[in-house]
């Protein structure tokens, strides 16, 4: 098959399902592409021991009732694929510090990095295998976000949960070498697994963190389903009672997002890194709070702050105000802008250490939130763009403002491999992990990614 891929308007005879799945069969990444799945291997497994000691992991770990051949990263016991999926899923996305996509947005790396190690645990894959499959199945899921941008969210699920799925299922149906006829209906199947409203949001619960590994769950499952010969409709896409109907009533698909270029283009080359852990859409503003505390502007000087903000993440992120000045937690923290910009300027840093439940009920840290509110800018590029404003009111008067045009870490401004390795660091070390563990994780997943055996025993703390 040629890669090159016409509209979707002139391929209307082929189902959407049966055209990725043959570009998943016979895609072959670039360099640059697969360099970015080398960086989210090594991020989500840092991510994942960094969780390893949360309620929530500890919570989900509990839930695995067999043992099995495949690791839970950061921990001794061994459990089935399934459970691994889901654990390593939920630990990389639970502190909101994995990457994400603009324009999305969706969080890949925490849905598909556990898919596909739990297929290569299981049966033995190879690295080259474990990276292209990775490759293939962050693609999709970029691309499956681009369709209907806003939409999902609008329906109130969460686009890494619903289009996790499906991606996941292509990833571990490449890692397994499945026919493209197989893959095709393994996205049938996953349609009808995927999940995940966002009503988290309410109180800062743990649902959100459960979406990644469950996707990352599903997608294995669709796989291991359709290589037996079970069967899901072909037209999961775009039929009348498709996912994007299901899903993201609200817009009508533009597939054209989804097919163009698809093969030749790889949009997952502009997979974000997060330098900040929190919510994406909060990263910019973070910046901005950063760049007022160091112009020397302290706390108590400020009258208020406004931020102009893209009207799309109001619901999640500004509103109710009053909830966003005082979360419940610190989870529920890293969704508000307010809090986020409040223990950056305090602290200096949105690192782990500024979302737990005791930093967010400082009253200080309450106080200069609360000083917070925004307003509307209609010129916004969300989704398209990632960016942050603020303009502080001083109590002698005088005013200070800040824009970030765009997410740092983004493509606009990537995160250098310095920054990366020491954001590696830190989380292994919060995962308690001393140096002789660390440089021998370091090698396994170096290992892997350049194309030996898949080896996680380092992983297994």
Not at 136 to 159: D, I, N, W, Y
Not at 268 to 281: D, H, I, N, Q, V
Request: charged content about 20%; glycine content about 10%; some cysteine.
């Amino acid at each position: 098959m040629n890669q090159h891929h016409t509209p979707a308007a002139s391929q209307a005879a082929t189902p959407i399902a049966s055209q990725l799945a043959a570009f998943a069969v016979e895609a072959r990444p670039p360099e640059a592409a697969l360099a970015i799945s080398r960086r989210l291997l090594f991020d989500v497994t840092g991510l994942a021991v960094a969780a390893r000691d949360t309620d929530y992991v500890t919570a989900a770990l509990a839930s695995a009732v067999d043992e099995g051949p495949c690791t839970a990263l950061g921990h001794a016991r061994r459990l089935t694929m399934y459970d691994a999926a889901l654990v390593n899923g939920t630990a990389a996305h639970g502190e909101d510090y994995d990457d994400t996509f603009e324009g999305g947005p969706i969080h890949a790396g925490a849905v598909i990095v556990p898919a596909v190690l739990a297929a290569a645990e299981r049966h033995g894959l190879s690295g080259d295998t474990v990276m292209r499959a990775i490759t293939v199945g962050a693609e999709l899921m970029c691309r499956f976000s681009l369709v209907a941008p806003q939409a999902t969210h609008k329906a109130g699920f969460h686009p890494t949960a619903i289009f996790g799925a499906p991606a996941a299922a292509a990833a571990v149906g490449v890692a397994l070498g499945l026919s493209a006829e197989a893959i095709a209906r393994a996205f049938g199947i996953a349609g009808s697994l995927a999940s995940g409203i966002i009503e988290y949001l309410a109180d800062g619960s743990s649902t959100k963190r459960l979406h990644a590994g469950a996707a990352a769950q599903a997608g294995l499952r669709s796989a291991h389903l359709a290589q037996a010969g079970f069967t899901g409709p072909l037209t999961v896409f775009e039929g009348s009672h498709g996912l994007y109907k299901a899903f993201a009533p609200s817009k009508t698909p533009d597939f054209s997002k989804l097919l163009d270029g698809l093969g030749q283009r790889w949009v997952m080359e502009t997979l974000a890194f997060k330098p900040y852990a929190c919510g994406t859409m909060t990263q910019p503003f973070v910046d901005c709070a950063l760049r007022l505390a160091a112009s020397g502007v302290k706390a108590d000087e400020i009258v208020a702050i406004t931020c102009k903000v893209g009207e799309g993440t109001v619901h999640r992120l500004w509103e109710p105000l009053s909830e966003k000045h005082n979360p419940p937690n610190g989870y529920a923290g890293k969704f508000s802008t307010p809090y986020c910009m409040a223990v950056a300027f305090i602290d200096g840093e949105a690192g782990l250490g500024q979302f737990t439940d005791m930093r967010a009920r400082d009253p200080a840290l309450r106080k200069l939130a609360a000083r917070m509110s925004y307003v509307i800018d209609p010129d916004d590029e969300y989704p398209r763009n990632f960016s942050g404003h603020l303009k502080a009111e001083l109590v002698d008067g005088t005013t200070r403002e800040f824009t970030q045009p765009h997410m740092r870490g983004g493509a606009r401004e990537p995160l250098d491999d310095a920054e990366l390795d020491a954001k590696l660091e830190a989380n292994l070390r919060f995962g308690r992990l001393d140096a002789p563990a660390i440089a021998a994780l370091r090698a396994a997943l170096a290992g892997i990614a350049d194309g030996g055996p898949v080896d996680l025993g380092a992983a297994r703390a």
